[in-house]
Every structure is written in structure tokens, then in C-alpha cells.
């Protein structure tokens, strides 16, 4: 949440996260103080956010009672996850340092399921709407979700809604209503086309967005959620199947009902800093999602390609049009999860976190991959939260790598510690073999970092320039917690095999 739209919080809340304590009640005359929930310091802009994605229904169970038709050993199925226990595992995120949450869409779903996966396949993940004026039961109520909201908030850190204009479910009220259903192109009516606009993905009812009937009551329905809840953003759906009439009316409805601090961040599948500047140029959105940042960076710890053409990605990450963001993962819903693709390598997968927390963008942390959840192809890439022997529903009992949480937590840390990690400029230091360095410069506050990166299983050496700020200062690899000792031109940096430096003075 920007620094600017704090003031949509209480000053209770203020007070919690600035001053470290909430204010006292009187019980029976008695004076006591409320526990106070661990929470992190709000990002002082969108390109600072460290962002964490949650499928609600594979995260935590907090009310068994909405539970229907769940079995978590179906992998199709509901898991039971909702928005309550979500909540009450807020402490967990903050803990790790997140300033941000975005969670898939909790409106109502349709309540059957398909089977064109070859299994029955429900619509757990919320992208299959069947009415987008109330929200799902099976996730929990609307009240629910403001307590979701307010309970984030008073931990610091703001909550994006995934949200869908594209489609509805397959079979929903939409279609078989005769009031809204020339509101759709299907199949079954041989109404879809063949452009990105006009086709029906996956086959599902598409929502002719180009009418101002079917515009008004989208924007209305997830406007108004918005407003009543208090969220801090969307995520935008399939966003390249929806006109750019429709995202230029859509930011112009949403800076009028929620002003202009409400963010929004777009799915242009393959996007990448080029593909995302139409939406960029006309201001529809202010961020989009990375699809190149996994692969390029497992191919280049993984031995494929030369460090100065990794470099070179990098350096290209930086095109991106001034006051908008790309948002970089290593993993997601929609593709297979990175540790399963090194294999379960943790140190492999340890590196590729470190790159992307040393590289400017929002990085995004999908649910349970900060504690070693594998993963895999669809579906696995959908499994449930592990919380190891912690009583929580669905997913208690699945292993967790809390030594790779620790890393998680000291990576976020140095990020957010060092400007120039999240708003620098790049500069490619040395490409030697297996080894990459590079160096981040943030001018505004002087702020130089260097990481160097070895992918080799040797140690490997390197002769490095120091930046002239750290002339006479102790330099120091924040990473591994070392001290490197005073600053000389040049310097010699040892990166053991398979592991990293993130060099500084502080």
C-alpha cells in the first residue's frame, strides 16, 4: 500500500505498526492490552512490495462448517481453505516480511464440475464465476473478507483481489438466464470468434465487454466489493482478451470509486517489459507480470547460455516505462513451480531467489514455495499450504524447510534495506565463465550493492572495482553475514561453488 492511501487506516492501526503497542481496554475495571499482531513496515511504494499469492482453498482451513463436497486428497477438488483461515494465518506473512497479498477471486463460483482434465475438476481456484454480486460461501462471507482486509492492514500489509471481465463459468446463470444471456459469446450458440478479443478461453462464456450494458454491471459488481471491503488492488485477469476501450473505462471508474492509489496489476500471458507497454502507454494498468524472468533465470543457473547473456536479460528488465512495474516469479498456478523444475534442488532454487530479490520489479512469492513446496505441473503446482505438525487444515502434516524461510526472510530484509535493489540501475560487472556480477546503484539515497552469483560447482575468483562511495568503509556480505574488511580498489571477491555475495557497506 502506498505511504500516500495510509490514511484509509484507523489511527489504531497506526499506532500498532509505528509505536508498537495498541491501545488498552478496561475489562470489569480492570486494564489490560490487546496482543499485538507481528507486522512489517508498509511498502513506501509499489516497486519496494514484496507480494505473496494465495489459491484461498489450498492455504488454511478456519471454518469447517462451509466445508462441501471437500476431499484434499482430490486434486480437482475443494480443499477446504477459505477466507477466515487465511486470516488467521496473517501473523505468518508478515512474519516473513510481505507487504502485500493477493488472493484468487471469492466471488461465487459455479457449484458443479468439468471433466475435460480427464478428472473431475471444481472450481477451487475461483475463476469460474456464476454470480459476481455475491461471494462464494465455500471461501466465506463478505463480512469475512472485510475482516480478511482489516486484519491485514493493521499488520501492514495491503490486499489485492483477483478479479475476472473476461468470462464466467462454464454453465453459469449468465448463460442460462434469458435476461444476461446475449451478454455472452459460447460455444453452444457458435457465437465465439477467433481473435484474442472475440474467442472463448478454454471454452468458457465470453462477456462481450464492448456493451455498456455488460461493462456497467462488471464494473459495478467488482467496484463496488472493492469499496465496501476496503482492498488496496486487483489483479486483472486474461487481460489481453478484454479490449483497451474497456481498460481505459475501467481505470477511469476505478480512480473515480477508489482513487488514484488503487492498483492494479495485469495477466498478459508471455508478458514481458515490450509486450506490456500498450497497457502501459495507456495508462490501464500499473503493472504486469514477468513470464520471462523463470525461465531465464533457471536456464542460467542451470548451465544454459553464457553469464553476459543473462546480463543482458537483466539489463532489459529495466525497460520498462517510467511509473509502471513488471512483477517477477519464480513459480505460479499457471506453470510449473520452480524447485520441481531444478528437481527439488534447494540450492539451485536458493539462488534463483536471491536473483530475484536482487533485481528491480515486485517479486512475487507464490503460497508455500518459501518453505520448500515443490510443486510440479498442473495440478501439483496447485497443492495445498504444508504446515508441518501445526494443527491447520488442509495441508498439516506436508513438510516444511523452515531453513529455507530463514533465507526467504534475510533476502526480503536486504531487499528491502537497499534501494538499489528495488529502483537501481544495473551495471554488468564481470561475466567469467560461471560466474556473474553486477551492481545496483540507487542515486537518489547513494545506495551501491554488488551481487555476484556462482553457478559453477568450484569456487570461483574475481578482481572488482569498488564504488567510490565505499572509499575508507568496511565492506560487508550481508547475505552470508561476513565481513569483507575495508574497502580497495580493486578488490578480491571468492564465491564458493554454488552460492552468492551480496556485497555492501553499511
Not at 44 to 55: G, Q
Request: hydrophobic letters at 40%; aromatic letters at 10%; a negative charge.
Amino acid at each position: 500500500m502506498e505511504v500516500e492511501s495510509i490514511s484509509r487506516w484507523s489511527w489504531t492501526c497506526l499506532l500498532t505498526l509505528c509505536l508498537g503497542f495498541v491501545m488498552p481496554t478496561t475489562l470489569a475495571g480492570q486494564s489490560t492490552l490487546q496482543e499485538v499482531p507481528t507486522s512489517v513496515e508498509p511498502h513506501s511504494s509499489w516497486d519496494e512490495a514484496i507480494l505473496y499469492f494465495v489459491i484461498v482453498d489450498r492455504f488454511a482451513d478456519g471454518d469447517s462448517s462451509n466445508n462441501v463436497k471437500v476431499d484434499p486428497n482430490d486434486k480437482g477438488a475443494f480443499h477446504g481453505g477459505d477466507l477466515k483461515g487465511l486470516t488467521e494465518q496473517l501473523d505468518e506473512l508478515a512474519d516473513l516480511g510481505v507487504t502485500a497479498l493477493w488472493i484468487t477471486p471469492v466471488v461465487k463460483n459455479i457449484d458443479g464440475f468439468v471433466t475435460g482434465a480427464g478428472f473431475p475438476d471444481w472450481a477451487y481456484h475461483g475463476y469460474w464465476a456464476d454470480d459476481f454480486n455475491s461471494l462464494d460461501p465455500r471461501f466465506g462471507s463478505e463480512q469475512d473478507l472485510k475482516a480478511l482486509v482489516d486484519a491485514a492492514h493493521q499488520r501492514g500489509i495491503a490486499v489485492l483481489l483477483d478479479i475476472v471481465y473476461n468470462h464466467a463459468g462454464y454453465g453459469a446463470q449468465y448463460v442460462t438466464d434469458p435476461k444476461t444471456r446475449a451478454w455472452l459469446r459460447t460455444e453452444n450458440a457458435g457465437t465465439c470468434g477467433t481473435d484474442d478479443i472475440t474467442s472463448c478461453l478454454a471454452g468458457l462464456p465470453d462477456f462481450k465487454t464492448e456493451l455498456p450494458e455488460v461493462a456497467d454491471y462488471l464494473l459495478a459488481a467488482h467496484l463496488g466489493l472493492a469499496e465496501r471491503v476496503g482492498l488496496d488492488g486487483f489483479r486483472l485477469d486474461t487481460v489481453k482478451h478484454v479490449t483497451h476501450e474497456f481498460w481505459q473505462k475501467h481505470r477511469g471508474a476505478v480512480e473515480e470509486s477508489l482513487g488514484e492509489d488503487f492498483f492494479l496489476v495485469g495477466e498478459v500471458w508471455g508478458g514481458d517489459a515490450p509486450s506490456l507497454d500498450p497497457w502501459f502507454e495507456g495508462d490501464e494498468m500499473d503493472a504486469g507480470f514477468d513470464f520471462g524472468f523463470q525461465g531465464s533465470t533457471l536456464a542460467f543457473l542451470q548451465g544454459r547460455g553464457r553469464a553476459i547473456a543473462f546480463n543482458r536479460y537483466l539489463e532489459k528488465r529495466h525497460e520498462v516505462r517510467e511509473g509502471y512495474y513488471l512483477a517477477h516469479y519464480l513459480s505460479s498456478h499457471d506453470v510449473q513451480g520452480a524447485l520441481s523444475l531444478v528437481d527439488g534442488d534447494i540450492e539451485t532454487f536458493t539462488l534463483a531467489a536471491l536473483l530475484q530479490f536482487t533485481n528491480p520489479g515486485i517479486p512475487v512469492i507464490y503460497y508455500g514455495e518459501e518453505v520448500g513446496r515443490k510443486g510440479g505441473d498442473w495440478p501439483e503446482n496447485r497443492s495445498d499450504m504444508p504446515w508441518g505438525e501445526r494443527d491447520i487444515l488442509p495441508g498439516k502434516g506436508e513438510p516444511r524447510n523452515e531453513a529455507l524461510r530463514e533465507d526467504y526472510k534475510r533476502l526480503i530484509s536486504i531487499r528491502r534495506a537497499h534501494p538499489a535493489l528495488w529502483r537501481g540501475s544495473h551495471t554488468g560487472l564481470l561475466f567469467k565463465q560461471d560466474l556473474l556480477v553486477f551492481q545496483r546503484d540507487d542515486e537518489a539515497t547513494g545506495d551501491a550493492v554488488i551481487v555476484a552469483v556462482n553457478r559453477g560447482q568450484e569456487p570461483a575468483t574475481a578482481s572488482l572495482g569498488v564504488p567510490a562511495a565505499w572509499a575508507e568503509k568496511t565492506i560487508t556480505d550481508v547475505w552470508n553475514q561476513e565481513s569483507m574488511g575495508a574497502a580497495t580498489s580493486p578488490m578480491e571477491v571468492t564465491v564458493a561453488g554454488r552460492a552468492a555475495r551480496i556485497l555492501t557497506v553499511e
